[in-house]
Each structure stands twice: as structure tokens, then as C-alpha cells.
């Protein structure tokens, strides 16, 4: 027989609050959005999906990804509703990023804005928004503003799946094998981030309080490093779901920055203080500590599996897995972001200079050597004028 | 008319019917978001968990055993979901959350704000069976089966969170005193 406890629980319990009508109509349509498609529906669109299919699997890891989401789709591309970008948001082919040589992408975001250069011709000169991510290949776009997140084909801006959110997405990524996105929305409470698939469905939240940057992905695509809004250095499996802290290491308490290397398991962590730390995730957490850049916001960029730069300060500081010591070249200016050439040659860096203009510029990678070379500046890829806070480099 | 079963109108989901996919989901969400409220403290986390649970749920309607009720099949969903979160936001998720219970429980009589800050403050596996024995009405046998638990030991976490929420209320009384 209940005890007066008990029946004041249930009364408390029962009488909670409800949801918010909001709340419940973005669930529902999210909801509906993840039913299964009807036995002759699935059959139809399954036949549509062959040369995707033969997409993903060019993306070399995507089946071991499809296989452990339970064989549905998650493809790069759009939800299987098409339609045509409304007029005035296609990407406009206006003179601003200039394109590094050999690259088929390369953009900015910066103070809310973005820009783009492509191979294809399609181009973003300062586009209001908060996120843009690139897929592999350059394909696709995931734009991020205070409604959501879309994606627009690169190529020709048709328009994808629009996934809108809570907040205003900040930051996204996409996997290495194009089937996932993950991305972060500054909500009430705090910066969230999400886990989705490559068509704009089946987001997660992954954590509620997250840094505002893009997380990095492994190269194999199931899994991706973030620091959480504490500082701690997380890694999250996109096969299992599983998200585990790494140990600190090397007095890294409050990590400031993380990137995976384009192969294997190792991540390199970063904090204000100029500490660098380079952990094998797929080796027990095993960790090195590495001669400290400078103090500063750092930026990681890798060169090659075993080889990166960070930049902090107004020095970069290159790396070599194995060896001790560090080359450091100083570079015109504070560094505000940082990103590699796909072979590692060559970087580009957004520098900011004593007026507070920030320029970005492509240089050639530093050399490895005992002695510093001064900064190789090829060219200049891009004027953003007087843009605080950090800048978010891609290049493919 | 007669109201459709949860059986009726999973199968007719599974065919493709989104009116009655949308059937289901009115039936169940308040219940789902009110479990993941109670088990993560927080009505943020609380909306997405129940969403996701249901994303979850409807994605895999095609392997749910019909024979079987749908409702401990979506809570055992949102309760696993709540935990994982649980787990990987530990040390966030405190007094953080109590304060933001306060905010939302203000209009609450004193001695329920208490209470449910009280069940806040369990540990989340105690949490858990007292939100769903008491929150959802669910049997101790039913619990057991949803969280995949020996009877024993959901009748052992319940003792266990009955006494320490009696504890605090003591502790609680004793101060005032």
C-alpha cells in the first residue's frame, strides 16, 4: 500500500510540466521525417539511389558507416524532396576569394560571414552566415544561419534538405566519407552539438555544452573529436553512439583546439598556453607531449599523417611525429586561422595585422629544420577587412 | 468510431501512413518527455532526448515486434538515450540543472518543489525507476523488463531511492527545526 511518499511523488511526478508546443511540433516533424518508406516507395527509391550509392562507395569507407547504421542511406546529397533554391540564394559567382592553385575549394567564415572559391566557378563573397561546411569533393555545401542548416549543390545551388534548429548553428563538419555532418547550435543553456546523417536526418545531440568550433573528424569517418564546453577532450562513436572523455595529459587541462590526422588514430590537442599534445585514440590514449608553440588562440592544421603546423600568436609551429623540437617561423601578423594544402605543400593562413584587417594568405608550408626560414607568401587569397575573432579555413 | 490500438497504428505506419504515425506520436510524446525531463533534470536536454527517442523509434518501426507493447518500447528508448547523456555531460549536469528546476518549479507548492528537487538529486539509476514507478505508473515487473533488470533488483533500487528521498526529508525538517 503506497506511504504518503509515494503519493506525493506520483502526484509531483504526474503534474510536471508539459513540453513546448514548439518543441513538440519540430519533434513530430522530425519524427515523421524518420519513418521507414513504405515496402513499394523503398523499392522506387532504391533504384534511384544506385549511382549514389556508387558515390558512397567511391567515399572507400562509407560501407562499414551504412553497415552499422542498420543499411538505411545516409548519403551525401539532399533528403529525396528536390526543389529549386529559392531566387537570390544561389551561391553567387562574384569576384572574391581567389581559388589556391590545384585546390577545388576553398573558403572562409569569418564575423558571420562566409566566403568561397570552387573549381566549378560557384562562389561566396560574404554571405551572411553563421556555418558553412564543404563536402568531400566539393558536391554539396551545408550553410548554417539563425533558421537552421541547408544544403545547396555546389555546382549548380540546387537546393538539399534543410534540417532548421533551435539556435543558430555556429560551426559544422563534414565526415571524410561525406555521410555525416556534425554541427554546433548556440541554443539557450548553451552551444550544442549534433551528430546527423548526410542527407539532413537522424540528428543526435551528442553533448549540451560544447566549445563553438567545428569538431574533427577521423579519417574513417566513425568517429570525431570536440572539446566540451569545460574543456575536456572528447571523442564520440558515431557506430556505437559512445562518447568518452580523453585523459588529460602534459598539464593540458583546457584544451583550445583539436584536429584529427588525415590517417590513423592520432589527434593533436592545443591550449591557450601553447601546450601541444598528440594522442594515439586507436592506442590506449597514449600520449606525447611535444615542444609548446606559442601562447595564443592555437590552429591546428595537419600536413601529412604524421606531420602538422599550429599556429598561435604570430608564429606558426611545425611538427614531426618522432622527432624531437619544433621549426617556428613567424608570420606577418596574429594568426586567426590555419588550414593545409591536401598534400601538405603548401598552407594558408588568415593573419591579422597591427590594424586589425585581417588578410589571407597562401604561403608555402615552412621546412622542418633546425634553423627558421622566414614565411614564403605566395599570394593573397582573400581580404576580409576588419573581422574580429577567429577565422574557419577550408581547403580541398 | 473506435480508437485504434498501438498495434493498429504501428502497422499502418509501417505501410506508409504518416496520419497514423502522427497518432502514435501524440499518444506517447508527453509521456516520452516527461520521462527524459524527470531522468535528465533538464527540459532542454529533455527535448531533444524524447525527439530523438521517437526519430529513433519510428526509424525502426519496421523490426518492432507488434505483438508487444509500443509505449515501454519507446521509454526503455528515452531512458537509454537520457542516460547516455547523462554519462558523457556528468560533470555539468548538477547544480546547474537544480537551478534551472527552481526556475520552472517556482509555481510549484513548496514541499512538491522539494520533492522533485529531491529526485533531481538521486543518483540516475535511482532516478530512473522512481520516474517511471511513479511518474508513469509502471509496475516493478514492468520496469524490470524495460531496463532489462532482475524484478529483485528494480525492487531494491526503489527501497533505496524511497529511503534516501525520506532521509532528505528529514534532514530537511531538522534543519528547519
Known amino acids: 500500500m503506497p506511504d504518503e511518499l509515494e503519493n506525493r511523488l506520483e502526484r509531483a511526478l504526474r503534474d510536471a510540466p508539459p513540453p513546448a508546443a514548439d518543441t513538440t511540433e519540430r519533434a513530430l516533424r522530425a519524427a515523421l521525417d524518420a519513418l521507414p518508406a513504405a515496402a513499394g516507395v523503398h523499392r522506387r527509391r532504391r533504384r534511384l539511389l544506385v549511382p549514389a550509392v556508387a558515390c558512397a562507395v567511391a567515399f572507400v569507407f562509407g560501407g562499414v558507416t551504412l553497415a552499422a547504421t542498420g543499411g538505411r542511406l545516409p548519403l551525401v546529397g539532399p533528403a529525396p524532396r528536390h526543389h529549386r533554391a529559392p531566387p537570390g540564394s544561389e551561391p553567387v559567382s ?9 585546390a577545388i575549394a576553398f573558403s572562409a567564415v569569418a564575423a558571420g560571414r562566409a566566403w568561397l572559391a570552387t573549381s566549378s566557378g560557384a562562389a561566396l563573397h560574404g554571405r551572411p552566415l553563421s556555418a558553412l561546411a564543404i563536402s568531400p569533393g566539393a558536391v554539396w555545401m551545408v550553410e548554417g544561419g539563425p533558421s537552421g542548416l541547408r544544403a545547396v549543390g555546389v555546382p549548380d545551388g540546387r537546393s538539399g534538405f534543410t534540417r532548421p534548429v533551435r539556435g543558430t548553428a555556429l560551426a559544422a563538419a563534414w565526415a571524410p566519407a561525406g555521410i555525416r555532418i556534425a554541427y554546433v547550435v548556440r541554443a539557450p543553456g548553451g552551444d550544442r552539438l549534433y551528430d546527423m546523417f548526410g542527407n539532413g536526418t537522424h540528428a543526435v545531440l551528442v553533448a549540451a555544452h560544447a566549445l563553438p568550433q567545428a569538431p574533427s573528424w577521423r579519417w574513417d569517418s566513425q568517429a570525431f573529436a570536440y572539446i566540451r564546453a569545460d574543456g575536456a577532450v572528447m571523442i564520440h562513436n558515431v557506430i556505437d553512439g559512445a562518447t568518452s572523455p580523453l585523459p588529460s595529459g602534459c598539464g593540458l587541462h583546457h584544451a583550445a583546439a583539436v584536429a584529427f590526422a ?3 588514430g592520432l589527434l593533436a590537442i592545443a591550449d591557450h598556453a601553447g601546450r601541444v599534445r598528440l594522442v594515439d585514440t586507436l592506442r590506449h590514449g597514449h600520449g606525447t607531449c611535444v615542444a609548446g608553440a606559442g601562447p595564443g588562440q592555437p590552429k591546428i592544421a595537419w600536413l601529412a599523417p604524421r606531420e602538422l603546423v599550429v599556429g598561435t600568436g604570430a608564429t606558426i609551429t611545425r611538427y614531426v611525429v618522432g622527432l624531437a623540437g619544433a621549426d617556428v617561423t613567424t608570420v606577418p601578423g596574429r594568426v586567426a586561422g590555419i588550414a593545409a594544402s591536401p ?8 593573419v591579422r595585422d597591427a590594424s586589425g584587417e585581417v588578410h589571407v594568405i597562401e604561403a608555402r608550408t615552412p621546412r622542418f629544420s633546425e634553423a627558421s626560414h622566414p614565411l614564403q607568401v605566395y599570394r593573397v587569397l582573400l581580404d576580409l577587412g576588419r573581422v574580429a575573432g577567429p577565422v574557419a579555413l577550408t581547403w580541398q | 468510431m473506435h480508437a485504434q490500438s498501438d498495434a493498429e497504428l504501428v502497422g499502418r505506419a509501417r505501410e506508409g501512413s504518416r496520419d497514423a504515425a502522427a497518432e502514435l506520436f501524440a499518444r506517447h510524446w508527453p509521456d516520452a518527455w516527461r520521462v527524459a525531463r524527470a531522468v535528465t533534470g533538464r527540459r532542454d536536454m529533455a527535448d531533444d532526448v524524447a525527439q530523438d527517442a521517437f526519430e529513433r523509434a519510428f526509424a525502426a518501426l519496421g523490426r518492432f515486434d507488434r505483438r508487444r507493447p509500443f509505449a515501454p518500447w519507446l521509454h526503455r528508448i528515452v531512458v537509454n538515450r537520457s542516460l547516455d547523456l547523462i554519462r558523457s555531460e556528468r560533470r555539468l549536469v548538477g547544480p546547474d540543472a537544480l537551478e534551472r528546476l527552481e526556475g520552472e518549479w517556482r509555481d510549484r507548492s513548496g514541499e512538491d518543489r522539494q520533492l522533485l528537487e529531491a529526485v533531481v538529486g538521486l543518483s540516475p539509476q535511482r532516478r530512473v525507476v522512481i520516474v517511471l514507478r511513479y511518474g508513469l505508473g509502471h509496475s516493478p515487473a514492468a520496469i524490470a523488463e524495460l531496463l532489462e533488470l532482475p524484478v529483485g533488483t528494480v525492487h531494491s533500487r526503489l527501497a533505496r531511492a524511497l529511503d534516501e ?7 530537511r525538517d531538522a534543519g528547519r527545526a
Do not use: N, Q, S, W
Not at chain 1, 562574384?94 to 590545384?102: C, E, F, H, I, S
Open chain 2, 165 to 171: 528521498l525520506r532521509e532528505r526529508e528529514r534532514e
Open chain 1, 343 to 350: 598534400g601538405g605543400r603548401r598552407i594558408a593562413l588568415a
Open chain 1, 262 to 264: 588525415p590517417y590513423g
Open chain 1, 94 to 102: 562574384t569576384p572574391g576569394a581567389v581559388l589556391p592553385r590545384g
